[in-house]
């Protein structure tokens, strides 16, 4: 069974989304160690799974980079959340029918590790069903004051803190485990 990891940049408010957010982010500039962590967390992935918006982010960029982390995400699969999108490039398909279901079966499928990056309701609803193995949380240091909160409106999830990785410019990265 594949074990689902998500990947997500936060403020130490606990914010992901807004001008403020933005602005403050890219002061934090990503860094080797960085770069260094995302390629460990792609080590054993067999896929990566994507909301449409970050689909479309995605696959605007990192076709153009270059280097051993745009090498990885560039080459593995992609499974794509979206009731809109009719044609994929960037090795992408759009998950059949109910996302959620759609996730469930592609942990059922095979061994290795699917890693989401993006966040909103499709992370929520897959918090909600059970299907999130792991939370790796990108913390920057500022606070953004306001934009969307990571999970608003999800129940008591219990979550195991399994790790804490510094990544210069004093973020962390805060793995939890889900389901603990």
């Not at 001008?19 to 002061?27: E, P, V």
């Not at 934009?147 to 129940?155: K, P």
């Given at each position: 069974?594949?074990?689902?990891?998500?990947?997500?940049?936060?403020?130490?408010?606990?914010?992901?989304?807004?001008?403020?957010?933005?602005?403050?982010?890219?002061?934090?500039?990503?860094?080797?160690?960085?770069?260094?962590?995302?390629?460990?967390?792609?080590?054993?992935?067999?896929?990566?799974?994507?909301?449409?918006?970050?689909?479309?982010?995605?696959?605007?960029?990192?076709?153009?980079?270059?280097?051993?982390?745009?090498?990885?995400?560039?080459?593995?699969?992609?499974?794509?959340?979206?009731?809109?999108?009719?044609?994929?490039?960037?090795?992408?398909?759009?998950?059949?029918?109910?996302?959620v279901e759609a996730v469930a079966q592609l942990k059922e499928s095979g061994d290795g590790t699917l890693v989401k990056y993006g966040n909103g309701p499709f992370s929520r609803a897959l918090v909600e069903a059970?299907?999130?193995?792991?939370?790796?949380?990108?913390?920057?240091?500022?606070?953004?004051?306001?934009?969307?909160?990571?999970?608003?409106?999800?129940?008591?999830?219990?979550?195991?803190?399994?790790?804490?990785?510094?990544?210069?410019?004093?973020?962390?990265?805060?793995?939890?485990?889900?389901?603990?």
């Amino acid at each position: 069974m594949r074990k689902l990891v998500e990947y997500d940049h936060l403020s130490i408010d606990g914010r992901f989304t807004g001008d403020d957010f933005w602005t403050a982010q890219m002061k934090v500039a990503p860094n080797d160690n960085h770069f260094a962590y995302q390629l460990r967390l792609l080590e054993h992935a067999t896929g990566l799974v994507l909301g449409r918006a970050t689909y479309q982010g995605f696959a605007a960029t990192w076709p153009t980079m270059t280097g051993d982390l745009a090498d990885k995400l560039n080459s593995l699969p992609k499974h794509v959340a979206s009731t809109t999108l009719t044609e994929t490039t960037w090795n992408a398909e759009v998950l059949p029918g109910n996302a959620v279901e759609a996730v469930a079966q592609l942990k059922e499928s095979g061994d290795g590790t699917l890693v989401k990056y993006g966040n909103g309701p499709f992370s929520r609803a897959l918090v909600e069903a059970g299907l999130l193995d792991e939370l790796h949380l990108s913390i920057s240091p500022f606070v953004a004051g306001s934009g969307e909160s990571l999970l608003a409106g999800i129940g008591a999830t219990p979550m195991n803190l399994t790790r804490v990785t510094e990544i210069g410019n004093g973020a962390v990265v805060l793995t939890y485990a889900l389901g603990q």
